[in-house]
Nanobody, 125 residues
Framework: QVQLVESGGGLVQAGGSLRLSCAASGRTLSSYDMGWFRQAPGKEREFVAAIRRSGGSTYYADSVKGRFTISRDNAKNTVYLQMNSLKPEDTAVYYC??????????????????WGQGTQVTVSS
């Protein structure tokens, strides 16, 4: 099973940018579609973005479309989430995940069986 470790979170002012990284070990990342999810205090975890194994297709939640970009470097076994024009409502713990099931949609967290520990992103107004 692949192990995932997120990094790059922090405190940023509204309008600023952050880049999250998700480093994989144990198995090669190129075997997996990858996703980013987030969970704000008191809310359920929600889909943010996903990318196919080859990197050829990407998917975004409407709330981040045009501001966030997911990418991957399979040679470095790393997935990234570039976040621009950040808003206070983007404040959450961000998790990367590896897709292990193709029964459910890439937008569903139930499709992802391996998760990182999360990294906190806080956007101040």
């Amino acid at each position: 099973q692949v192990q995932l470790v997120e990094s790059g979170g922090g405190l940023v002012q509204a309008g600023g940018s952050l880049r999250l990284s998700c480093a994989a070990s144990g198995r090669t990342l190129s075997s997996y579609d990858m996703g980013w999810f987030r969970q704000a205090p008191g809310k359920e975890r929600e889909f943010v973005a996903a990318i196919r194994r080859s990197g050829g297709s990407t998917y975004y939640a409407d709330s981040v479309k045009g501001r966030f970009t997911i990418s991957r470097d399979n040679a470095k076994n790393t997935v990234y989430l570039q976040m621009n024009s950040l808003k206070p409502e983007d404040t959450a713990v961000y998790y990367c995940a590896a897709r292990t099931s193709y029964i459910t949609s890439v937008y569903s967290e139930t499709a992802f069986g391996s998760w990182g520990q999360g990294t906190q992103v806080t956007v101040s107004s």
